[in-house]
């Protein structure tokens, strides 16, 4: 029995390694679709010139314009939407805590504590953690509710 726990702690992988794998696997996605993306953006420039030279260099022309009106406009938005954001979520929060009446961050955070429900460790039965999808599917299909 010990013997074969020794062998499955010698054959997981470690976390430095998972890290490593999940990066490598990271990196290998955004490059496929990174040139995929590429490639089609340019197959349909290519396709837009043959059918109809002029009818491009026109488009091309007026698109100039047109996204440099659109650029003005969406850093506008961006601008008046986090200035809104920024401001509405800080009025909240400062809101929050002139009600509560604390006078620094540790009152604070008792008050909180006591106004809002406590969470038990106790409370979780079962696994909460999966090494993929494949794991989690299987928990589910296997796993019984208690009754």
């Given at each position: 029995?010990?013997?074969?726990?020794?062998?499955e702690t010698?054959?997981?992988?470690?976390?430095?390694?998972?890290?490593?794998?999940?990066?490598?696997?990271?990196?290998?996605?955004?490059?496929?679709?990174?040139?995929?993306?590429?490639?089609?953006?340019?197959?349909?420039?290519?396709?837009?010139?043959?059918?109809?030279?002029?009818?491009?260099?026109?488009?091309?022309?007026?698109?100039?314009?047109?996204?440099?009106?659109?650029?003005?406009?969406?850093?506008?938005?961006?601008?008046?939407?986090?200035?809104?954001?920024?401001?509405?979520?800080?009025?909240?929060?400062?809101?929050?805590?002139?009600?509560?009446?604390?006078?620094?961050?540790?009152?604070?955070?008792?008050?909180?504590?006591?106004?809002?429900?406590?969470?038990?460790?106790?409370?979780?039965?079962?696994?909460?953690?999966?090494?993929g999808l494949?794991d989690l599917?299987?928990?589910?299909?296997?796993?019984?509710?208690?009754?």
């Amino acid at each position: 029995m010990e013997a074969v726990r020794e062998i499955e702690t010698k054959t997981r992988p470690s976390d430095e390694e998972k890290r490593k794998y999940r990066m490598r696997a990271a990196a290998f996605l955004a490059t496929v679709s990174g040139m995929a993306a590429f490639a089609g953006f340019g197959r349909t420039l290519t396709n837009a010139r043959k059918q109809d030279q002029k009818l491009y260099e026109q488009a091309t022309v007026e698109t100039v314009n047109l996204i440099e009106a659109g650029t003005k406009l969406a850093t506008k938005a961006l601008a008046w939407g986090t200035f809104y954001a920024v401001l509405g979520t800080g009025t909240f929060f400062y809101g929050v805590w002139k009600l509560s009446g604390a006078k620094n961050m540790d009152e604070f955070r008792h008050k909180m504590g006591g106004i809002l429900p406590k969470i038990s460790k106790d409370s979780q039965s079962g696994r909460t953690e999966f090494d993929g999808l494949n794991d989690l599917m299987e928990y589910v299909s296997s796993h019984k509710k208690p009754e």
